[in-house]
C-alpha cells in the first residue's frame, strides 16, 4: 500500500540553525500538508500546499517557516532559524483531492529537537 | 472559531471490555468529523469518518456517530483488544472555500491490558 515517507526520523539541532524536514507523498496526490505537536500538546496545522502555492496557513506558520515542492516528489518543510519552542513532532500528510470523502495520509514524522 | 474536545487520557481498560472516548467540536457551518489513531512509533491514521449529520462512522468494529444537535462524534467499541492500545485522536475539516486543513483534539491515551 502506498505511504507518505519523511526523514529523518529525528532531528537535533541548535537554536539560530536551519533545518530543512523532507516528506514523500503518495505519488498521484495533489494537496499536501505539515503539521506539528508538542509534546504532550494536540496536533496542530502548519500549512497546505496545492498547485505549488501555499493554500493556507496558520498563525504558527510565520516568517521563518518555508515550504517548497522542488522536483514533484519531495515537499520539504524549512524553519530559517531554529527556536527552541520549535522542538515539536512534525508530520506531513497528503490526499488526493480536498473535501470529506478524502482521506489525508500522515508520515510517521519527524521529531525535532533544538537545542 | 473551530475547535475540538476530547476527553483526558489515560484510559485504561481490561480486554472485552467497553470504550468510550468522548469528542465534542465548535464549528461554523458543516464540517466532516474523523477519529485518527496512533500507533506507537507509527504516523496518524484514519479510523472512521463522518461527512453529514447522524451519519455512522465505522472501522475494525469502532463506531461513532455525527450528532449535530449535541455537536458530538463519541468513539465506541463493544469488545476492546490489547492491539487497540494506542492514542486516539478526534479531528474535523471545513471544507467551505479551504482545502480543509484538520483542526485535532489532544488526543486520549488508551491502554488495554490483559
Known amino acids: 500500500e502506498p505511504e507518505v515517507t519523511q526523514t529523518p526520523s529525528h532531528q537535533v539541532t541548535q537554536m539560530g540553525q536551519e533545518v530543512i524536514l523532507r516528506c514523500v507523498p503518495i505519488?498521484?496526490?495533489?494537496?499536501f500538508y505539515w503539521y506539528r505537536q508538542i509534546l504532550g500538546q494536540k496536533v496542530e496545522f502548519l500549512v497546505s500546499?496545492?498547485?505549488?502555492?501555499?493554500?493556507?496557513k496558520s498563525e504558527i506558520f510565520d516568517d521563518q517557516f518555508s515550504v517548497e515542492r522542488p522536483d514533484g516528489s519531495n515537499f520539504t518543510l524549512k524553519i530559517r532559524s531554529t527556536k527552541l519552542e520549535d522542538s515539536a513532532m512534525y508530520f506531513c500528510a497528503s490526499s488526493a483531492g480536498a473535501g470529506g470523502s478524502y482521506e489525508q495520509y500522515f508520515g510517521p514524522g519527524t521529531r525535532l529537537t533544538v537545542t | 472559531g473551530n475547535s475540538v474536545t476530547q476527553m483526558e487520557g489515560p484510559v485504561t481498560l481490561s480486554e472485552e471490555a467497553f470504550l468510550t472516548i468522548n469528542c465534542t467540536y465548535t464549528?461554523?457551518?458543516?464540517?466532516?468529523l474523523f477519529w485518527y489513531v496512533q500507533y506507537p512509533g507509527e504516523g496518524l491514521q484514519l479510523l472512521l469518518k463522518?461527512?453529514?449529520?447522524?451519519d455512522k462512522g465505522s472501522n475494525k468494529g469502532f463506531e461513532a456517530t455525527y450528532r449535530k444537535e449535541t455537536t458530538s462524534f463519541h468513539l465506541e467499541k463493544g469488545s476492546v483488544q490489547v492491539s487497540d492500545s494506542a492514542v486516539y485522536f478526534c479531528?474535523?475539516?471545513?471544507?467551505?472555500?479551504?482545502?480543509?486543513?484538520?483542526?485535532f483534539g489532544k488526543g486520549t491515551k488508551l491502554s488495554v491490558k490483559p
Open positions: 479531528a474535523l475539516a471545513n471544507y467551505g472555500g479551504s482545502q480543509g486543513n484538520l483542526i
Open positions: 500546499f496545492y498547485n505549488n502555492e501555499i493554500s493556507e
Open positions: 463522518a461527512t453529514k449529520a447522524d
Open positions: 464549528a461554523t457551518g458543516y464540517p466532516s
Open positions: 505519488s498521484n496526490h495533489l494537496y
